[in-house]
C-alpha cells in the first residue's frame, strides 16, 4: 500500500495493540507506528517477523492473569496508556450447530473475544479517566450482527455481546474525556483466514479459489469480490484513534466491502 506522511500525528502518545504480531493487529501496529505512536503489542508468541520499534509483551490474555500482567508491565514501564486496541479474538470451535458445543468451547471462545477486552479496558480505564483522555478501540465483527450459525455459533455471539457492551461503556466514559469506538470487519485477508481456506481446499478437494468463492457465497456475497486486506482495516482505525476522530464515540465502523446486506 501507498506510504502516507500522517504528520507525527499520534507522536507522544503509547499504543497496545493486543494480537498485534499476525493478522489485522500487526497492520494496525504498524500503522500506529508510522503515525509516530510508541506502540506495545502482545500475543502469546513472540512475532515470527521482528520489528524492533514494536515493544513485544508475552501474555495469554484469554486468562484474567494475563490481562493483569499486561496491565501492570504497561503502567509500570510506560507510566500510562493513550490508545488501547482491543483486537484479539477468533474462532476455533468445531462447525455443526448447537448441538455441537460444549460449555468449554463457549467459555474459551468468550474468554478471548468478550472478557479480554472487558478486563483490559477495566485495568486501563482509571489512568485515562484521570488524565481526561484516551481512545479505546473493540475489534467485533460483522458476525455480530450477521451470525454464521452452523460455523461460528459463540464467535458470533461473544462480538454481539461486544459491540453491547461497547456502546454502554461509551455512554459511561465519554463524559470522562475517553473514546470508545466499535470495529466491524467482514473477511479480512489474513494468516489465519489464509490458513483456513487451505484447510477448507484440502477436505472438498477444490482449490484455494474455489474455497475462496464458496466461503463468500456462504456470506451471501462480498460485493467488492474480495475479503479485506490488513492495511485497509489498520487505515480506518489509524483515523479513529487520531486527533481527527475527535467527535466519534459510541459508534460502530463496518468495513466489509459491502457484505452486510441491510443498512
Ligand atoms: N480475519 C477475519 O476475517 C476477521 C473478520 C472479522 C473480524 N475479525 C477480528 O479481527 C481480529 C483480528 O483477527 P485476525 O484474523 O487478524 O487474527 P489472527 O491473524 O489469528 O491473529 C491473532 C493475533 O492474536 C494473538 N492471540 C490469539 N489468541 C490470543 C490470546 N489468547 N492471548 C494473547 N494473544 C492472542 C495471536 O498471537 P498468538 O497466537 O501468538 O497468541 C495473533 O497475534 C479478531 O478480533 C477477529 O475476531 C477477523
Do not use: C
Not at 474455489?210 to 485497509?232: C, H, N, S, T, Y
Amino acid at each position: 500500500m501507498e506510504q502516507f506522511n500522517f504528520n507525527n500525528e499520534l507522536s507522544g502518545k503509547i499504543a497496545l495493540v493486543t494480537g498485534g504480531t499476525k493478522g489485522a493487529g500487526r497492520a494496525i501496529a504498524e500503522r500506529l507506528l508510522q503515525a509516530g505512536a510508541t506502540v506495545i503489542v502482545t500475543a502469546r508468541n513472540a512475532p515470527e517477523k521482528k520489528n524492533s520499534n514494536l515493544h513485544f509483551i508475552a501474555s495469554d490474555l484469554s486468562k484474567a492473569e494475563g490481562a493483569q500482567n499486561v496491565v501492570s508491565e504497561v503502567l509500570t514501564n510506560y507510566g500510562r496508556l493513550d490508545i488501547l486496541i482491543n483486537n484479539i479474538g477468533g474462532s476455533s470451535t468445531p462447525a455443526g450447530g448447537f448441538a455441537a458445543l460444549s460449555d468449554a468451547d463457549w467459555e474459551s471462545t468468550l474468554q478471548a473475544n468478550l472478557l479480554a477486552p472487558i478486563r483490559l479496558d477495566r485495568g486501563f480505564l482509571p489512568q485515562m479517566i484521570d488524565r481526561k483522555t484516551g481512545v479505546i478501540i473493540h475489534i467485533a465483527s460483522i458476525q455480530g450482527k450477521l451470525p454464521l450459525y452452523d460455523s461460528t455459533l459463540p464467535y458470533a455471539a461473544a462480538k454481539a455481546g461486544l459491540r453491547n457492551y461497547s456502546k454502554s461503556l461509551s455512554n459511561e466514559v465519554a463524559p470522562k474525556g475517553v473514546r470508545v469506538l466499535t470495529i466491524s470487519p467482514g473477511w479480512i485477508n489474513t494468516t489465519a483466514s489464509e490458513a483456513w481456506l487451505g484447510e477448507i481446499a484440502r477436505n472438498s478437494n477444490s482449490t484455494v479459489e474455489e474455497a475462496q468463492q464458496g466461503v463468500m457465497d456462504a456470506l451471501g456475497g462480498i460485493p467488492f469480490g474480495r475479503p479485506a486486506e490488513p492495511e485497509e482495516v489498520a487505515e480506518l482505525i489509524g483515523f479513529l484513534v487520531s486527533p481527527r476522530a475527535n467527535y466519534l464515540t459510541g459508534t460502530e465502523y463496518i468495513i466489509d466491502g459491502g457484505t452486510v446486506p441491510t443498512i
